[in-house]
Each structure stands twice: as C-alpha cells, then as structure tokens.
C-alpha cells in the first residue's frame, strides 16, 4: 500500500517518483541506529506524556540503538509559520467554491455577486471562515513582507534544522501530541488551544518529512500516548523499520482500550 | 502649450499549443460551450495543475524574437481573484520572476520600444449573456497566454500602430500564435499619459482596454490623449482609472466595479514546481528560430537590390516571404518575381487570412520556370504577365500556354531574317531614319513585331535593326 502511494504521480508536478521500497526492507534490526532526541519537543508538554516518551527511548536502548540530544530552537516558530501559511493556501483553495459549478449554492440570491457572497457565508462553517479570514489578511498588500514572507523564510530556517539534525541522527523521537485527548466540543471553544496542540506535528508538514505516529503507553484515565518517529526525506522505510521494531519490543502498548479501541 | 503624448502596451498574445497550459484539453478557438474542458482546467477540488513545458518553449521563442533575457530560474504564481470566469478564483500567473525580461522592438523610426517583460499565464473563460441570465464558458479557460508588457515608450500613434504590426508579424512567424484580434487571440490594453513637450516627468495615467483592432486602438489613443489635453487645459487633474473603449461612439468610459481597487494577494503556487531553463535549451531554442521579418527585410534590399517598400510587403507574412525564397531560386533577377508577385498575386488574395495562408495556385516552382524564360529571353514581358494570369486562373504551368497559344520566343537568325524583310521591304523608312528621323525606326519595328505575331522582344529588334542598317 504505501509503496503504490509513493509512486510517481504524472498528473502532479510537485511528485518525486518512487525513491524508496518499503515493505521489502522492514527486519527489525535498529542495532546501531541513533535516536535523536531534539530538547525543545519535550518542552512544555505534559509530564506523563514526557514519560512515556523516555520510556520509549529506553526500549530502543535495550535494542541496541544509541541517543543522541540536541537542541533544535527553530521548531519552536513551526506552529505560527504552519498556521501562516496553511490558513493563506486555503484561502485560495477555498475561492473555487463559489457555488457555480458545484457543491453548496444559496437558495435566495440577487445577481451573480449576490449568490457568491451567500454561497460562502451560508456553506462555511466557522473554522474554515476563521482561516480564510487569517489567511488573505497574511497575503494582503502590507501585510504580505510582514507575515506570509517571514513564514517562508523561517519554513527554510525549519528545514534547515532538520537537515543538520539527521546528520547526527538516523530519526527524530518526540512525542505525537503535549497531552492526551480532550473532551469532545472543548476544541470548539478555544481555537488557540486547540491550534497549540498541534505543535507537535506541525513542524514535520512545514519541513516535508515522513514521521510515524505510534503508541507509547497510557495516561491515569487510561486515555492513549503517542509518540512520533521523524525521518529524514524519503527514509520512510527507516522508521517503519524502528516503529516496527518498538512495537515487537512495547507490545504492552497495543493493548485493546476500555473504549474497545484496538491500537 | 504644446503637449506629449506618453503610452506603454500590455498585450496579450495567446500562444497556439495544441493543449492548454495546465492539462491536456484543445486550445480550439469555437467549440459548443464547455466541450473543451476537463476537472483541471475547471478547477474541481482535487485537482493539480501540470505545466506544459510547449508553453515555455514557445514564451522563449517570443522573447529571443523580442531581444529578451531568458530567466534560468522562473517561478509561477496565483493572483487572487473573485470573478465568475475565473474557476479556481485564481489564475496562474507570474508576478516578480518572469520567464523573460528588458527586451526590445525597433522601429522603422529608429526607435526602441523596450519590452519590460514576457510572462506566462492562463486564460479565463468567457460570460455569455441570454435569456436574461448569464452563463460561463470555460472553453478557454486555461488557453495558454503570455503578456508583453513595454515600458512608456510610444511617443505617438503611428508608433504604437506600427509596434503592434511588427509584434503581430514577429509572433505569426515564429509560429507562436495567430495573433488574431477579432477572436481575442490578441489583446491590448493601453496606457497614456500627456505631459508638457520637454517634460521628463510621467503625467497620471489612464489604462484603455476593449480594443479589437488596431484603428480602434490608434482611435482610442487620439480620443485619450485629446480628452486628457482637454482635462489639463481646463485646469482639471486626469483621474487614474481604467476606461472602456467604446467602438461606436469612439469615445472611452469609465469602468468600474471589477478593477476597484484589486489586492490580488500573490504568492507563490504551491503546486507547480520551478520553471527551470538551461542556457543550451535557450541557445537550440535561438538556433531553430526563423529569420526574423526585419533581418529578412534587410537581406533583400542588400542581396538582391529590392526597393524598401516592396522587401517590406514581401516579408510582412512568413508565408509570403517563403513563397519568395523558393521563386527565386537560380534566377539571376529576383525583382521580376517580386513584381509579379505584389503586381498579379496579391490581387487575388485580398484578405489578411488569405495573405497569411498564401496558398495560391501558381506554385513558386512555376513562377520560377515562368521568370528564367523572361531571362532566357525566350518570353517577353508583358506576354509572361499575361500568361501568369492564365496560370493564376487554372494552376498549370506555363508551359501548358505558351505551347497552346504560341506564345515561345523569337531565335536570333529567325529574328535577323524578320528584321531583313523589314528592311526591303520600306526603303521609304530606312532613308527617313539615315536621314535623322529617329521615328521612322518605330514602323520597321511594327512591321517586325506583326511578322512575330507579338513574340519578338522589342528591344531586341530594335538593336538588330539599328546595326543592320548601319
Ligand atoms: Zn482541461
């Protein structure tokens, strides 16, 4: 499956082609591989989810895969440079949908222009207007040098973290999310907060790197922790290969839930 | 006072690929509404564009052909926009990297108009107003254009006039488009400002659009340019805005709504990747260009001796000038086929098409045969003229004529005995001419002429006269 995904795509410019078999090269043997440890993502992150990290990191000690720590101050500015430029792509995307040659039309209209304005405060939901707002107000005339190029530059600050990270490391270790999940309709309340807790992740879309989400343990409610493993490009199979090789050695993790999730 | 009129081009040239620029649809011109389209060029959720490189290469052509700068490193982004014919309320365009640059075109004058920019970009649909509603047509959403952007450089009318000819006839030769402005195949917008003769500074201008014809523009210009001499010497301050131009009453109008105040918030796209071009893809670009029209029009008043004028008709279209360079292969006279062919051809094609096309029925090989027996002199002139009308009628060659109606020349013993008879037979005249009537010669010349039925070559005879009666 993932080897036919990562195919070259003829119809989107943007694809590499196939740089990599997967499946083929998944044997379990991290001995010798170093694990990099970046500081700043365990930073501000709750401290049972922190645990079950370093326990994580243990696990691959005990297989034989040596640690590395660094710092990696850049990702710290991953979260408004993702949220800067995701929210000003989307308000592009989002323009096609102007009710004219399908999805959500108004019903009552006065006009062509009349149509379109109701089409799109009638059809979008809040969070979608949210970014849409957010993101032509970083591309407008002004604004433009002050948010949406700043974000590009420190995007090229980010990447180049990253590179300089995987030449003291084979992958990233760091936990998927600060916390463990929240009460269903808390997000709806706090945008911030629920923008924050993506400060995990965030930082591997902005970079355009592969990284595996897999769990590392539970916390007092007995809610999931993950941890993510961040490869290098294209060594996808790097970290299928060390996910797979903690889940053989933590399979006290993969138990079922009392929600009777399977993970 | 005496004033200036100040004008820069923006023109849209929509380049004649065989695909549009993003995905694999015809760049048709016409079709039944919407049959030229696919999820791409229509903008569905999902979609991603993929440039087609014919489109580069083509942009390149224009800007070698325009003395541009090819960019080794261009990119392509969107300009934001609401307006229905516009699906992706975006177009894709280039904003601060274009693929050519700081070009120019030379005109007869002397003067350089300096081409700021070649940028690539697509096509929007069209609004089709009926029934009361309105609809879209995205036929030629996503036709690939480029636009040629000058720098304030026209001085006047006649310049702007004879820019948009030479840019019209550099792009038809180069065979990047067709640059038809009644089908929207060519746009221009212009801008104009006046300002006291002498003056250095550039007055507030005004942007013109809805041209669909070279008078109309060099019309609209005269109107601009007198109505903001008119605003200026009342006092009154020219308004920066963008004016219609209306055809019908050849005035210009305000145009407001859609250009209000645009902030088109460009950024890079995200979808499409670098628009890299090697120096040695430019340099085979370069190498497999045409001679350009104004090198051509040179090359035939040096080579072979033509007047301006007629070099300038011959290469005004490439097919002309093609139809030339394989007429005159071997002759040692290529005015003659010059003539025929702007005397007698072009009165049959009277069209811009037809000119365009060229597709006569003579083929450059007979007018070749024809004019080689005007140099052989086994034709005279004005008969091979007649006879290249035959040939214009029916497409054969004029062999076919002149073995039907006799019309071969003259030999020289067969012309030396004609001139004999001539002789003996007028005594009257040949003593008249001895005795200085220099018009006597002109009955022994009629009295040869009729022997030869019209065949012989009068100048011929009349040497041939001349000696044998000394
Ligand atoms: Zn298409």
């Known amino acids: 499956m993932f080897d036919a995904i990562s195919d070259y795509d003829p119809k989107d410019s943007t694809s590499q082609g196939s740089k990599t078999k997967t499946y083929d090269t998944i044997n379990n043997d991290i001995k010798g591989m170093k694990v990099g440890i970046a500081r700043e993502y365990l930073e501000g992150i709750r401290e049972d989810v922190k645990e079950a990290v370093q326990n994580a990191v243990k696990v691959y000690e005990s297989l034989g895969a040596e640690v590395v720590y660094f710092d990696m101050p850049a990702i710290k500015y991953a979260l408004p440079v993702y949220y800067i430029i995701a929210c000003a792509e989307a308000s592009s995307n989002l323009g096609r949908y102007d009710g004219i040659r399908y999805g959500f039309k108004a019903e009552h209209y006065n006009g062509t222009h009349d149509m379109m304005c109701r089409t799109r405060s009638e059809g979008f939901g809040d969070e979608v207007k949210r970014r849409i707002l957010l993101g032509t107000y970083v591309l407008s005339a002004g604004y433009y040098d002050a948010y949406y190029k700043k974000a590009q530059n420190l995007r090229g600050t980010i990447v180049k973290a990253f590179n300089e990270a995987f030449e003291q490391c084979d992958f990233i270790l760091a936990p998927t999310v600060p916390m463990t999940a929240f009460e269903m309709g808390r997000a709806v309340s706090d945008p911030v907060e629920t923008y924050q807790t993506d400060i995990c992740t965030v930082p591997v879309n902005i970079a355009g790197l592969p990284a595996v989400s897999v769990p590392c343990g539970f916390d007092s409610d007995g809610l999931p922790i993950g941890m993510q493993l961040i490869g290098n490009k294209f060594e996808e199979a790097k970290i299928l290969n060390a996910a797979n090789a903690y889940e053989k050695a933590a399979s006290q993790n993969f138990k079922e839930t009392k929600w009777g999730v399977k993970l | ?470």
């Open chain 2, 1 to 470: 006072m005496k004033y200036e009129l100040v004008s820069g081009f923006e023109t849209h040239v929509e380049l004649s690929t065989k695909t549009k620029i993003f995905c694999g649809c015809t760049t048709q011109f016409g079709g039944e509404p919407n049959t030229h389209c696919c999820p791409v060029c229509i903008g569905l959720p999902g979609t991603l564009p993929k440039l087609n490189r014919q489109v580069v290469k083509y942009a390149i052509m224009a800007g070698l052909a325009t003395n541009c700068e090819i960019a080794e490193v261009a990119k392509m982004d969107r300009k934001n926009y609401c307006y229905p014919d516009l699906p992706k309320a975006y177009q894709i365009s280039e904003y601060d990297k274009p693929l050519c640059e700081h070009g120019y075109i030379q005109l007869s004058n002397g003067r350089k108009i300096r081409i700021l920019r070649i940028h690539i970009e697509e096509d929007a649909g069209k609004l089709v107003h009926a029934h009361g509603d309105t609809y879209v047509d995205y036929n030629r959403g996503g036709v690939p254009l480029i636009e040629i952007v000058t720098e304030p450089d026209f001085r006047s009318t006649d310049e702007a006039r004879e820019y948009v000819e030479k840019l019209q006839q550099i792009m038809r030769y180069i065979g990047v488009s067709d640059c038809r402005m009644q089908e929207g195949s060519m746009r221009c917008d212009v801008n104009i400002s006046v300002r006291p003769q002498g003056s250095d500074e550039l007055g507030t201008r005004t942007e013109i659009k809805n041209m669909n014809s070279i008078n109309n523009i060099v019309k609209a210009m005269e109107y601009e340019y007198e109505r903001q001499v008119d605003v200026i010497e009342a006092g009154g301050k020219v308004i920066q805005e963008t004016l219609r131009y209306d055809d019908a009453s050849n005035t210009t109008s305000s145009m407001r709504g859609k250009e209000d105040a645009n902030d088109y918030r460009y950024f890079r796209d995200p979808d499409l990747v670098t628009i890299l071009t090697s120096r040695q893809e430019v340099e085979e670009i370069r190498k497999s260009l045409p001679e350009l029209p104004a090198v051509k029009q040179a090359r035939y008043v040096d080579e072979y001796e033509l007047p301006e004028k007629d070099a300038s008709l011959l290469t005004k279209y490439r097919r002309v000038s093609e139809y030339f360079d394989e007429a005159i292969k071997g002759l040692k006279n290529p005015k003659t086929v010059s003539n025929f062919i702007i005397g007698s051809i072009f009165r049959r094609v009277e069209t811009e098409k037809d000119k365009e096309s060229f597709d006569v029925k003579v083929s450059p090989a007979h007018l070749n045969e024809l004019v080689k027996m005007i140099e052989d002199k086994k034709i005279q002139n004005n008969l091979a003229k007649k006879t290249l009308e035959k040939m214009l009628d029916t497409g054969k060659s004029c062999k076919e004529f002149i073995d039907e109606s006799d019309l071969g020349g003259v030999d020289d013993s067969a012309l030396e005995q004609m001139c004999k008879n001539a002789i003996d037979s007028n005594p009257n005249a040949v003593a008249d001419y001895k005795g200085g009537k220099e018009k006597a010669l002109m009955s022994l010349l009629g009295n040869v002429m009729k022997q030869s039925r019209g065949k012989a070559d009068a100048q011929a005879v009349k040497a041939k006269l001349i000696e044998l009666i000394k």
